[in-house]
């Protein structure tokens, strides 16, 4: 599909693409196939492709599911520019190439999935603009590929991106849009839509509306529980998040403290630079009323994955971290803590 060109790439020099390239090729090794993923994608680079079929497409599932991994566990500043290289130089020839009306559906579905994890990593790094130009071409694909699942998705991260930039009655919006796009949707998928509809809720202040969502959320998360164990992104450590985000904004820090502790057990560990964000929050918290070495020791478990993520939002909690306990340094934890943090810090993020 025309258009789908990334601004990033616009000031790539040569050696840069180069570096990209061995990234991309590490990536796809990894696939399942891997002889015949990287032939593909040295063939429609080289522009001998001219046809496409579902194996291409299969292609770009499996490169897609690789890299969210990848940014899962360590982060998206290596993997975001990755996944831009990807999206120009194999996803939007493959758009372009003749194929079965079957095969570029399922292709634009594919590259949807592709811009809406690309614009997820611009916003882990405070890049909110350039998220924005990957989410609205992710809704676009999306929408025409009759993938209502990536579309709601889509729909959500962007109220995530609002309610986190504070710019409830967006947030608000948006997580409505991304309700009614999906009227039938499974009780995980009604439970990942309701918990950010009570977010933004909370966030403007309508508290009755807030706790009703995140009730429905609750409902939605025991059924989908109570099923055949399936692969979802929601699960009970999200709802937990969500319930702690309710309770901050409508001014009970303690509850919220509880469920942020309680989502930190549920949490997957491999996902490092979550674990890294909410931990930073709850311990934000924890501070606020008044639990400084227990603040500290949940600071203390952020500093030790550190050094294994490279992700602005962590770079962030880490800044906000040291400035936060700089008024205690009289105290031994705080004080410890505060050195710790110096050593795994890159000058920029130091405080």
């Known amino acids: 599909m025309e258009g789908l060109i990334d601004p990033e790439r616009q000031n790539m020099d ?45 292609m770009v599932v499996a490169m897609t599911e690789r890299v969210s991994e990848l940014d899962d566990q ?6 975001r520019p990755m996944a831009a290289a990807f999206l120009v130089n194999t996803v939007a020839p493959y758009l372009r190439a003749d194929s079965t009306a079957e095969a570029r559906k399922a292709m634009m579905s594919a590259a949807s999935d592709l811009c809406y994890l690309t614009g997820y990593m611009a916003v882990d790094e405070g890049m909110h603009g350039l998220a924005q130009q990957y989410y609205l071409k992710a809704l676009e694909l999306a929408g025409a590929s009759e993938d209502h699942l990536t ?3 889509t729909l959500r991260g962007m109220s995530v991106q609002a309610v986190d930039l504070r710019h409830g009655k967006t947030a608000m919006r948006l997580a409505d849009a991304a309700a009614s796009a999906s009227p039938q949707a499974g009780p995980r998928m009604r439970a990942f839509l309701a918990g950010q509809q009570a977010h ?37 450590s999200s709802l937990a998040y969500h319930a702690g985000q309710v309770r901050y904004e409508l001014g009970d820090i303690t509850g919220s403290v509880k469920e942020l502790e309680e989502s930190d057990k549920l949490r997957h560990s491999s996902f490092k630079r979550n674990r890294i964000r909410y931990l930073s929050m709850l311990a934000e918290r924890q501070l606020e009323i008044g639990h400084l070495e227990i603040a500290c020791a949940t600071w203390g478990k952020v500093v030790e994955i550190y050094p294994d993520v490279q ?40 405080v």
């Open 14 to 58: 040569p050696s840069r693409r180069s570096v990209l390239g061995a990234g991309l090729f590490s990536v796809a090794l990894t696939v399942p196939d891997w002889p015949d993923v990287v032939g593909r994608m040295e063939a429609v680079q080289s522009g001998r492709v001219q046809r496409i079929g579902i194996p291409e497409v299969n």
């Open 74 to 79: 360590f982060g998206g500043r290596h993997a």
């Open 151 to 153: 579309y709601c998705t």
């Open 200 to 236: 933004a809720s909370a966030q403007l202040g309508e508290r009755t509306k807030a706790l009703m969502y995140l009730r429905e959320a609750e409902v939605a998360m025991e059924k989908a529980e109570s099923q055949a164990k399936t692969f979802g992104s929601h699960n009970p």
């Open 311 to 350: 992700s602005g939002q962590c770079d962030k909690a880490m800044s906000v971290m040291q400035a936060r306990i700089r008024p205690y340094l009289k105290n031994q934890t705080a004080k410890n803590l505060h050195e710790r943090a110096q050593l795994v810090s890159p000058a920029a993020v130091a």
